[in-house]
């Protein structure tokens, strides 16, 4: 059976210090790989997404970037962060019409 | 662009039958899926329609009517477990195969 892992559960950085969160998936290859975040009581933002290996496509423009050195291995990252930039980052794969959600990192930026 | 509408809350009580409406507005239409979320927890596939009509899973039932731009969760014999946040979701032809649009999401809350 397919699983996502996520890590880590949480987190606490200050504005302006970087940002690596890493996302991997067991039992299937080549996924469609994706990255949400979502602000408290809010709906799900898609930021990235990725058909392969190096292949990444950006949906919203801002200071966080997004790579995918192995099949099935996502990264997201920002050299710099932003207080807007906490919420719950969610990493995702999709087969067919369904997604299956990895636990979440839940990210406060002070 | 893309855009869903869905109810911002729901209550309702343990035992009842509660039905979570989606409309939508896209370029190009592959289907409509329904996730779940608990608070603090991540979402979660319920179903999916890439056809008009109704799929069952269990208590929980969804419907799709293309031609309407509609669609609705159907949660039967409600259960305290079911307090969660509804999401809907679509995969829009306009914008690609492999992505979803998701709604603001429903809170359903159950009471005894």
């Known amino acids: 059976s397919q699983t996502i892992h996520q890590w880590p559960a949480t987190l606490v950085q200050p504005v302006g210090s970087p940002l690596s969160l890493e996302c991997t998936v067991e039992g299937t290859s080549n996924p469609n790989l994706y990255w949400y975040r979502q602000a408290a009581g809010r709906g799900l933002q898609l930021l990235f997404y990725s058909v392969g290996i190096g292949q990444i496509s950006s949906e919203v423009p801002q200071n966080l970037s997004a790579s995918r050195p192995q099949d099935r291995q996502f990264i997201l990252s920002s050299k710099k962060l932003l207080l807007s930039d906490s919420g719950f980052y969610l990493c995702?794969?999709?087969?067919?019409?369904?997604?299956?959600f990895g636990p979440g990192t839940r990210l406060t930026v002070t | 662009g893309q855009s869903l509408e869905q109810p911002s809350e729901v209550t309702a009580v343990e035992g009842a039958i509660v039905q979570i409406n989606c409309t939508y507005q896209t370029s190009g239409f592959y289907g409509l899926s329904w996730y779940q979320q608990h608070d603090g927890g991540a979402p979660t596939f319920l179903s999916y329609?890439?056809?008009?009509g109704l799929e069952e899973t269990g208590r929980f039932s969804s419907f799709l009517s293309r031609s309407d731009s509609y669609g609705y969760l159907l949660l039967q014999e409600l259960q305290m477990k079911d307090s969660a946040s509804y999401f809907c979701a679509v995969r829009d032809q306009g914008t690609g195969f492999q992505k979803l649009v998701f709604g603001t999401g429903t809170r359903l809350l159950v009471s005894p």
């Open positions: 995702a794969w999709s087969a067919g019409g369904e997604q299956y």
């Open positions: 329609n890439g056809l008009d």
